[in-house]
């Protein structure tokens, strides 16, 4: 009869040899962990990629709602709807894309981010994402509406085949997707219409993303300190209650001036449908149309929305992020001169902030 103890050492020796080898696969080292699974290739990409597919995410549902009301109301004969209901659409519309697009700052409007790079110190390098994506974003958004509502647009305009634009035809559709001046309107009026409500624009955004006033006591004390403050984090939530702001403020300007030109103040909002209308057979009265009126929402709102967040910025904001601060002449400086040179290698204070800034989430 085998000895008991030999018999044990010999099963815990096989057990053993049975363990090296199942592990021996691995070809672990000390120190190392087991791997990881790989992630797929899609995966990998999405962080890459997440501030495009926030904004062009958020202005497509921006448009869904937007040019959805206006078609709706039009293709009714106003019974399912009244101007009223367009200024109620387009605010909720802004709402929702604000809340879609929440992880890139909801810009949703390429006068928004340019603004935001002059005056907050936005990255530079995310301005033509942010461009390309908002553009596309509203196209798709205008496409899609334009799929829902073929037929009741045929209905309308009187067959499949016609396709007319304000100011050729008592019947036109192509307003359900882009802009279009009163007939009364000069061409003067008509620049300064959406350079007012764009300069509105901005001002409120900054407005309702300030907290600095909040934070503070009402009545002005000296500073114990003269740290100075500490850099914003990497990535800064909106504020709880700024896309039900951002619902008022669209609203507000829409119901006060959004009668004589439409208040596209939007490049990505007016000119991305526009093409998508240019594309399905709208012809080229799109672009001719109100005087060749095609531009002014291309070029007002970016002049519109920099002089409304400079006037908040130079009167109200006091937060060290903002150039007014840093820059000769309220900020103007930036735009004529070039920035404080370096000397006796000494870094000027606008470039040390610069830097730790640099790759700052959306203002």
């Known amino acids: ?88 659409g387009w605010g909720l519309g802004v709402m929702l894309g604000v809340y879609v697009s929440s992880p890139s700052g909801s810009h949703l409007n390429p006068a928004v981010t340019l603004a935001s790079c002059l005056l907050r110190r936005f990255p530079w390098r995310r301005f033509p994402i942010y461009l390309l994506s908002q553009v596309l974003g509203a196209m798709c958004g205008a496409a899609i509406v334009y799929a829902n509502y073929r037929s009741a647009i ?68 000296t500073p114990t300190t003269t740290a100075p403050p500490p850099p914003p984090p990497t990535n800064p939530r909106l504020p709880l209650m700024m896309p039900l702001a951002m619902f008022f403020l669209i609203f507000g300007i829409g119901a006060c001036f959004g009668w004589e030109t439409g208040y596209a103040i939007n490049l990505a909002r007016d000119f991305g449908p526009r093409l998508v209308a240019y594309m399905i057979g709208y012809g080229t009265e799109v672009w001719t149309a109100g005087g060749y009126y095609f531009w002014i929402p291309m070029i007002a709102p970016f002049l519109g929305c920099a002089v409304g967040g400079w006037l908040y910025d130079v009167f109200i904001y006091t937060g060290a992020d903002s150039v007014v601060h840093e820059s000769p002449l309220f900020g103007l400086g930036r735009c004529f001169v070039h920035r404080w040179k370096v000397r006796s290698g000494h870094r000027s204070r606008s470039q040390g902030l610069d830097e730790t800034l640099q790759g700052r989430s959306p203002v």
Do not use: H
Request: charged share 15%.
């Open 154 to 221: 045929d209905a309308y305009e009187g067959g499949s085949t016609t396709r007319t634009v304000p100011g050729y035809s008592p019947t036109a559709t192509a307003g359900i997707f882009s802009t279009y001046p009163a007939p009364f309107m000069t061409r003067t009026g008509m620049f300064f219409s959406e350079f007012i409500t764009s300069a509105i624009l901005m001002f409120g955004i900054f407005a309702v993303k300030d907290n600095t006033e909040l934070k503070q006591d009402s009545s002005p004390s």
């Open 1 to 88: 009869m085998a000895d008991p103890v030999i018999q044990s050492s010999i099963t815990l020796a096989s057990a053993s040899k049975n363990l090296e080898a199942a592990v021996g696969g691995l070809n672990l080292t000390e120190g190392e962990s087991t791997p990881q699974p790989t992630q797929p290739r899609c995966s990998r990409m999405r962080p890459a990629f997440r501030y495009a597919f926030s904004e062009f995410f958020g202005t497509m549902i921006m448009m869904l709602f937007g040019d959805g009301v206006v078609a709706q109301v039009l293709l009714s004969g106003k019974q399912k709807g009244e101007y009223q209901s367009i200024t109620w």
